[in-house]
């Protein structure tokens, strides 16, 4: 059974950086294309940044230059690195795995962007 863990999140100041991570147990991770998805309240959840099994990487247009994402096969982990931060991005932070189609989430850590 697939178990998906996020942490990283917290409350930070405009200009500021965090770093979210998301572990996944299991065996499946080196064969999944990862994501980040944020979402606030009564929007839609939203991609923020994925990185697939090769590595390669894709990111809305409102985070680019300022987000980075990054995976480690041998920890089953991915990063999301998250710097020059703003209020607008305030959010629930989700992870997502793919496999074979379908979605796997995680219960999401809270990213708060205030003065």
């Not at 944020?38 to 994925?50: F, I």
């Not at 703003?86 to 995680?106: F, H, I």
Request: hydrophobic share 35%; with cysteine.
């Amino acid at each position: 059974q697939v178990r998906i863990v996020e942490s990283g999140g917290g409350s930070v100041q405009p200009g500021g950086s965090l770093r979210l991570s998301c572990v996944v147990s299991g065996n499946v991770f080196r064969v999944s294309d990862m994501g980040w998805y944020r979402q606030v309240p009564g929007k839609q959840r939203e991609l923020v940044a994925r990185i697939t099994t090769v590595d390669n990487t894709y990111y809305v247009d409102a985070v680019k230059g300022r987000f980075s994402i990054s995976r480690d096969n041998a920890k089953n982990t991915v990063n999301l690195q998250m710097n020059s931060l703003k209020p607008e991005d305030t959010a629930v932070y989700y992870c997502q795995m793919l496999l074979s189609a379908r979605a796997y989430w995680g219960q999401g850590t809270q990213v708060t962007v205030s003065s």
